[in-house]
C-alpha cells in the first residue's frame, strides 16, 4: 500500500506553500507523489460557461476533460455524501507516496502546519496525534519542531517516518 501522510493545520498557516516547496525535494529522490487536497468550500475546476462545466450543470454525474498534456475528473456528489480518505486515495494512480493536506482527524502520519502570529490555537494541543510541528517561531509542542523556512528538513523527517529513502 502507498505511504500516506498528511500535512494538517489551520487556514493560512502555509500548507499549500510547504507541500508546494517539499515537492521537487520529493522527486529528487526519485518519489513519484500524489496529493490530495481537502476543501470545506465549493469549488469549481473549469470555468462557468465552458462545456466541461455545462455538461456538469446539466446533470453528468462525471465529466473528464482531456488534452495532450494531463487530464482532470470531476465527481459530482449531488446529495451523497463526502467519499471517505480511503475512497479518495483510491481513485489515485500508484505513487511511492500521497501527501494529504486537510483531514485533521484522519488516523495517518501527519504533522501540523502552525504560525502563531496567525493568533489561533494550534491543533497539537487538542489533538495528540501529531508527530511533528512546523513552524515559523520557537515552540515548546511536546514534539519534534522543524522549521517552516526549512522545506528540506521537512521532507527528511517525512522520508525517516515512513521509511522512505
Request: hydrophobic share 45%; proline share 10%.
Amino acid at each position: 500500500m502507498t505511504p500516506v501522510f498528511g500535512i494538517a493545520g489551520r487556514s493560512g498557516s502555509g500548507k499549500t506553500t510547504l507541500i508546494e516547496a517539499m515537492l521537487p525535494l520529493l522527486g529528487a529522490r526519485g518519489l513519484r507523489v500524489n496529493v490530495i487536497k481537502h476543501s470545506h468550500h465549493d469549488f469549481q475546476m473549469e470555468p462557468p460557461g465552458k462545456d466541461s462545466a455545462r455538461f456538469r450543470l446539466a446533470g453528468a454525474q462525471e465529466v473528464m476533460v482531456a488534452s495532450p498534456y494531463r487530464y482532470a475528473i470531476v465527481h459530482e456528489l449531488r446529495d451523497a455524501p463526502e467519499p471517505s480518505l480511503d475512497a479518495q486515495l483510491a481513485r489515485l494512480t500508484p505513487a511511492d507516496l500521497v501527501l494529504v493536506e486537510g483531514f485533521k482527524q484522519a488516523a495517518i502520519p501527519r504533522i501540523e502546519v502552525y504560525r502563531p502570529a496567525l493568533g489561533k490555537p494550534p491543533l497539537h494541543a487538542e489533538d495528540g496525534g501529531f508527530l511533528a510541528v512546523v513552524t515559523d517561531a520557537p515552540l515548546d509542542a511536546g514534539v519534534p519542531c522543524l522549521p517552516l523556512n526549512d522545506p528540506a528538513q521537512v521532507v527528511e523527517f517525512v522520508c525517516r517516518s515512513l521509511g522512505l529513502g
